[in-house]
Protein backbone atom coordinates (compact mmCIF):
# COMPACT_ATOMS: atom_id res chain seq x y z
CA UNK A 1 0.00 0.00 0.00
CA UNK A 2 1.21 3.31 -0.72
CA UNK A 3 2.02 5.97 1.42
CA UNK A 4 -0.71 8.94 1.83
CA UNK A 5 1.26 12.51 1.48
CA UNK A 6 1.53 13.96 5.24
CA UNK A 7 -1.28 16.66 5.31
CA UNK A 8 -1.38 20.31 7.40
CA UNK A 9 -4.40 19.93 8.76
CA UNK A 10 -7.41 22.53 8.40
CA UNK A 11 -6.81 25.98 7.21
CA UNK A 12 -9.75 28.94 7.24
CA UNK A 13 -8.34 31.97 5.18
CA UNK A 14 -10.60 35.37 5.06
CA UNK A 15 -9.12 38.13 3.52
CA UNK A 16 -10.00 41.23 1.20
CA UNK A 17 -8.14 40.09 -1.81
CA UNK A 18 -7.34 37.39 -4.00
CA UNK A 19 -3.96 37.85 -3.96
CA UNK A 20 -3.29 38.17 -0.26
CA UNK A 21 -5.67 34.72 0.45
CA UNK A 22 -4.39 32.73 -2.01
CA UNK A 23 -0.64 33.47 -0.77
CA UNK A 24 -1.72 33.20 3.16
CA UNK A 25 -2.43 29.50 1.77
CA UNK A 26 0.83 28.87 0.29
CA UNK A 27 2.93 30.40 2.88
CA UNK A 28 1.39 27.95 5.68
CA UNK A 29 2.02 24.78 3.12
CA UNK A 30 5.88 26.36 2.86
CA UNK A 31 6.32 27.24 6.57
CA UNK A 32 4.57 23.71 8.14
CA UNK A 33 5.94 20.33 7.08
CA UNK A 34 4.15 18.04 4.18
CA UNK A 35 2.71 19.46 0.82
CA UNK A 36 -1.08 19.24 2.33
CA UNK A 37 -3.85 21.30 3.41
CA UNK A 38 -6.62 18.98 4.21
CA UNK A 39 -9.15 20.80 4.01
CA UNK A 40 -8.72 24.37 3.12
CA UNK A 41 -12.20 26.93 3.39
CA UNK A 42 -10.65 30.73 1.65
CA UNK A 43 -13.04 33.46 1.58
CA UNK A 44 -12.42 36.93 -0.09
CA UNK A 45 -14.47 40.33 0.10
CA UNK A 46 -13.18 43.44 -0.73
CA UNK A 47 -15.14 43.32 -4.65
CA UNK A 48 -16.27 47.33 -5.90
CA UNK A 49 -19.60 47.90 -7.32
CA UNK A 50 -18.42 46.14 -10.55
CA UNK A 51 -17.76 43.14 -8.98
CA UNK A 52 -13.84 43.94 -10.17
CA UNK A 53 -11.53 41.49 -8.29
CA UNK A 54 -9.06 43.11 -5.35
CA UNK A 55 -5.37 42.19 -6.09
CA UNK A 56 -1.99 43.00 -5.06
CA UNK A 57 -0.22 42.93 -8.04
CA UNK A 58 3.61 41.90 -6.75
CA UNK A 59 2.14 38.67 -5.85
CA UNK A 60 0.51 38.07 -9.08
CA UNK A 61 2.97 39.22 -11.26
CA UNK A 62 5.59 37.42 -9.28
CA UNK A 63 3.21 33.76 -9.83
CA UNK A 64 2.62 34.43 -13.43
CA UNK A 65 6.90 34.75 -14.02
CA UNK A 66 7.23 31.57 -12.21
CA UNK A 67 4.19 29.72 -13.89
CA UNK A 68 5.57 31.11 -17.37
CA UNK A 69 9.34 29.86 -16.64
CA UNK A 70 8.15 26.37 -15.75
CA UNK A 71 5.77 26.45 -19.03
CA UNK A 72 2.74 26.40 -17.11
CA UNK A 73 -0.55 27.63 -17.57
CA UNK A 74 -0.82 31.49 -16.84
CA UNK A 75 -3.51 32.67 -14.21
CA UNK A 76 -5.46 33.95 -16.71
CA UNK A 77 -5.48 31.17 -19.19
CA UNK A 78 -6.53 28.85 -15.69
CA UNK A 79 -9.30 31.64 -14.70
CA UNK A 80 -10.63 31.60 -18.48
CA UNK A 81 -11.94 27.51 -18.07
CA UNK A 82 -14.30 28.60 -15.05
CA UNK A 83 -15.32 31.51 -16.55
CA UNK A 84 -14.55 33.65 -20.05
CA UNK A 85 -13.77 36.96 -18.97
CA UNK A 86 -12.60 38.30 -22.46
CA UNK A 87 -15.97 36.52 -24.15
CA UNK A 88 -17.83 38.71 -21.92
CA UNK A 89 -16.21 41.66 -22.58
CA UNK A 90 -16.32 41.54 -25.98
CA UNK A 91 -20.23 40.06 -25.30
CA UNK A 92 -20.91 43.96 -23.89
CA UNK A 93 -23.14 42.90 -21.29
CA UNK A 94 -25.19 40.91 -23.65
CA UNK A 95 -25.50 36.88 -21.73
CA UNK A 96 -27.20 36.12 -24.57
CA UNK A 97 -24.17 37.11 -26.79
CA UNK A 98 -21.77 35.37 -24.17
CA UNK A 99 -23.37 32.29 -23.89
CA UNK A 100 -23.38 32.01 -27.82
CA UNK A 101 -19.76 33.06 -28.43
CA UNK A 102 -18.66 30.27 -26.48
CA UNK A 103 -20.58 27.06 -27.89
CA UNK A 104 -19.66 28.29 -31.31
CA UNK A 105 -15.96 28.74 -29.87
CA UNK A 106 -15.89 26.07 -27.58
CA UNK A 107 -14.22 22.83 -30.37
CA UNK A 108 -11.36 25.05 -30.73
CA UNK A 109 -10.62 25.41 -27.24
CA UNK A 110 -10.86 21.79 -27.23
CA UNK A 111 -8.65 21.54 -30.10
CA UNK A 112 -5.74 23.51 -28.87
CA UNK A 113 -5.45 21.43 -25.89
CA UNK A 114 -6.92 18.12 -26.96
CA UNK A 115 -5.26 16.38 -23.83
CA UNK A 116 -6.65 18.11 -21.02
CA UNK A 117 -9.57 19.68 -22.48
CA UNK A 118 -11.09 16.08 -24.02
CA UNK A 119 -13.38 16.22 -21.15
CA UNK A 120 -14.74 19.42 -21.44
CA UNK A 121 -13.95 22.66 -19.16
CA UNK A 122 -15.66 24.17 -16.53
CA UNK A 123 -17.86 26.70 -18.16
CA UNK A 124 -19.06 24.26 -20.63
CA UNK A 125 -20.23 22.00 -17.77
CA UNK A 126 -22.13 24.98 -16.59
CA UNK A 127 -23.80 25.65 -19.36
CA UNK A 128 -24.18 22.88 -21.74
CA UNK A 129 -24.34 19.98 -19.55
CA UNK A 130 -25.99 18.07 -21.65
CA UNK A 131 -29.51 17.53 -20.23
CA UNK A 132 -31.61 19.80 -17.86
CA UNK A 133 -33.74 22.71 -18.45
CA UNK A 134 -32.50 25.50 -21.03
CA UNK A 135 -30.68 23.16 -22.97
CA UNK A 136 -28.20 22.16 -20.04
CA UNK A 137 -27.87 25.40 -19.69
CA UNK A 138 -27.94 26.07 -15.76
CA UNK A 139 -26.46 29.33 -15.26
CA UNK A 140 -29.28 30.42 -17.64
CA UNK A 141 -31.44 28.52 -15.94
CA UNK A 142 -30.75 29.92 -12.51
CA UNK A 143 -31.16 33.23 -14.02
CA UNK A 144 -34.72 32.94 -15.23
CA UNK A 145 -35.60 31.66 -11.91
CA UNK A 146 -34.25 34.12 -10.24
CA UNK A 147 -35.45 37.21 -12.13
CA UNK A 148 -38.73 39.04 -11.32
CA UNK A 149 -39.30 36.26 -8.42
CA UNK A 150 -39.46 36.52 -4.46
CA UNK A 151 -39.28 33.17 -2.40
CA UNK A 152 -37.22 31.16 -4.73
CA UNK A 153 -35.68 28.30 -2.59
CA UNK A 154 -32.53 29.06 -1.86
CA UNK A 155 -31.24 25.39 -3.09
CA UNK A 156 -32.34 25.63 -6.59
CA UNK A 157 -29.13 28.27 -7.47
CA UNK A 158 -26.73 25.65 -7.94
CA UNK A 159 -25.03 24.47 -10.97
CA UNK A 160 -23.42 21.03 -11.13
CA UNK A 161 -19.79 20.13 -12.92
CA UNK A 162 -19.12 16.13 -11.62
CA UNK A 163 -21.49 14.22 -13.46
CA UNK A 164 -20.82 10.23 -12.20
CA UNK A 165 -22.47 9.26 -15.93
CA UNK A 166 -18.78 10.71 -17.25
CA UNK A 167 -16.83 11.18 -14.58
CA UNK A 168 -16.45 7.96 -12.53
CA UNK A 169 -13.71 6.37 -14.69
CA UNK A 170 -10.89 4.14 -13.18
CA UNK A 171 -8.19 6.47 -14.57
CA UNK A 172 -5.20 6.76 -12.92
CA UNK A 173 -4.84 10.62 -13.07
CA UNK A 174 -7.49 12.52 -14.37
CA UNK A 175 -7.00 16.55 -14.99
CA UNK A 176 -10.64 17.31 -15.11
CA UNK A 177 -12.94 18.08 -13.19
CA UNK A 178 -11.75 18.86 -9.92
CA UNK A 179 -14.29 21.54 -9.15
CA UNK A 180 -17.93 19.96 -8.40
CA UNK A 181 -20.14 22.65 -7.95
CA UNK A 182 -20.48 26.19 -7.73
CA UNK A 183 -23.74 27.62 -5.48
CA UNK A 184 -25.17 31.16 -5.73
CA UNK A 185 -26.60 32.99 -2.45
CA UNK A 186 -28.68 36.42 -3.26
CA UNK A 187 -28.59 38.47 0.07
CA UNK A 188 -29.85 42.08 0.51
CA UNK A 189 -26.02 43.58 0.60
CA UNK A 190 -25.37 41.31 -2.48
CA UNK A 191 -24.41 37.71 -4.02
CA UNK A 192 -21.99 35.22 -2.73
CA UNK A 193 -20.51 32.58 -4.54
CA UNK A 194 -19.55 29.40 -3.06
CA UNK A 195 -17.52 26.76 -5.09
CA UNK A 196 -16.56 23.18 -4.24
CA UNK A 197 -13.28 21.22 -4.86
CA UNK A 198 -12.35 17.83 -4.14
CA UNK A 199 -8.80 18.51 -4.54
CA UNK A 200 -6.72 21.22 -5.89
CA UNK A 201 -3.59 22.23 -7.40
CA UNK A 202 -2.22 25.40 -4.84
CA UNK A 203 0.44 26.15 -6.75
CA UNK A 204 -0.36 25.60 -10.62
CA UNK A 205 -3.83 26.20 -10.64
CA UNK A 206 -5.56 27.19 -7.47
CA UNK A 207 -4.56 31.21 -8.12
CA UNK A 208 -6.48 31.01 -11.62
CA UNK A 209 -9.55 29.12 -10.06
CA UNK A 210 -9.84 31.55 -7.45
CA UNK A 211 -10.35 34.77 -10.56
CA UNK A 212 -12.29 32.28 -12.80
CA UNK A 213 -14.74 31.76 -9.59
CA UNK A 214 -14.80 35.94 -8.79
CA UNK A 215 -15.63 36.45 -12.25
CA UNK A 216 -18.28 33.66 -12.43
CA UNK A 217 -19.86 35.46 -8.94
CA UNK A 218 -19.48 39.21 -10.80
CA UNK A 219 -20.89 37.70 -13.66
CA UNK A 220 -23.87 36.39 -11.99
CA UNK A 221 -24.20 39.55 -9.67
CA UNK A 222 -24.32 42.13 -12.71
CA UNK A 223 -27.10 39.72 -14.10
CA UNK A 224 -29.17 39.67 -10.73
CA UNK A 225 -28.59 43.47 -10.59
CA UNK A 226 -26.54 43.28 -7.57
CA UNK A 227 -23.12 43.68 -6.49
CA UNK A 228 -20.94 40.90 -5.38
CA UNK A 229 -20.11 40.52 -1.62
CA UNK A 230 -17.97 37.17 -1.08
CA UNK A 231 -16.61 34.46 -2.59
CA UNK A 232 -16.48 31.34 -0.55
CA UNK A 233 -14.19 28.35 -1.78
CA UNK A 234 -13.89 25.02 0.33
CA UNK A 235 -11.23 22.81 -0.79
CA UNK A 236 -11.36 18.86 0.21
CA UNK A 237 -7.44 18.43 -0.18
CA UNK A 238 -5.07 21.85 -1.27
CA UNK A 239 -2.02 20.13 -2.98
CA UNK A 240 1.53 22.33 -3.50
CA UNK A 241 3.06 20.02 -6.14
CA UNK A 242 5.13 20.16 -9.35
CA UNK A 243 7.60 22.10 -7.38
CA UNK A 244 9.43 22.23 -4.51
CA UNK A 245 9.75 24.13 -1.77
CA UNK A 246 13.49 24.65 -1.45
CA UNK A 247 13.51 26.22 -5.88
CA UNK A 248 15.06 28.54 -5.92
CA UNK A 249 12.78 30.03 -8.41
CA UNK A 250 10.62 29.92 -5.94
CA UNK A 251 12.03 32.50 -3.34
CA UNK A 252 10.86 35.68 -5.40
CA UNK A 253 7.68 34.26 -5.14
CA UNK A 254 7.50 33.96 -1.80
CA UNK A 255 9.05 37.13 -0.78
CA UNK A 256 6.05 38.65 -2.59
CA UNK A 257 3.83 36.96 -0.68
CA UNK A 258 5.26 37.55 2.62
CA UNK A 259 5.88 41.40 2.06
CA UNK A 260 1.84 41.56 1.89
CA UNK A 261 1.56 40.95 5.49
CA UNK A 262 2.59 43.14 7.75
CA UNK A 263 5.67 41.19 9.90
CA UNK A 264 3.22 41.26 13.41
CA UNK A 265 0.56 39.47 11.22
CA UNK A 266 3.00 36.96 10.33
CA UNK A 267 4.41 36.07 13.41
CA UNK A 268 0.62 35.97 14.81
CA UNK A 269 -0.50 33.65 11.75
CA UNK A 270 2.44 31.10 11.03
CA UNK A 271 4.89 31.34 14.17
CA UNK A 272 8.63 31.37 14.82
CA UNK A 273 9.38 30.12 11.28
CA UNK A 274 8.50 33.68 9.78
CA UNK A 275 9.26 35.66 12.52
CA UNK A 276 13.19 34.17 11.80
CA UNK A 277 13.04 35.65 9.15
CA UNK A 278 -1.34 27.10 -15.40
CA UNK A 279 -1.62 25.60 -21.66
CA UNK A 280 -4.38 27.77 -22.52
CA UNK A 281 -8.17 27.08 -23.57
CA UNK A 282 -8.40 29.71 -25.41
Not at 76 to 90: K, S
Not at 138 to 158: A, H, P
Not at 177 to 201: D, R
Not at 243 to 261: E, G, T, V, Y
Request: hydrophobic letters at 40%; a neutral charge; one cysteine or more.
Amino acid sequence: MSKLPHSIGPLLVDEPDISRAWAKAVLHVIDHAGPEISPLILSVTGFDERGAVPETSAIREALDTLLSAKRMRSVDDVAFTIFPQRLWQVAQGDRTALFRYYKDAFPRYQAMNPRDNRRGLYFERMTGYGRGPCDGNQLEWILSQFEGREGVRRSMFQASVFDPARDHVADAQLQFPCLQHVSFEPTKQGLVINAFYATQQLFVKAYGNYLGIAQLGAFMAHEMKTKLLRMNVVVGVAKFERISKSDPDLQPLIAAARASFPLKHQEADTGDVLATDVEIAA
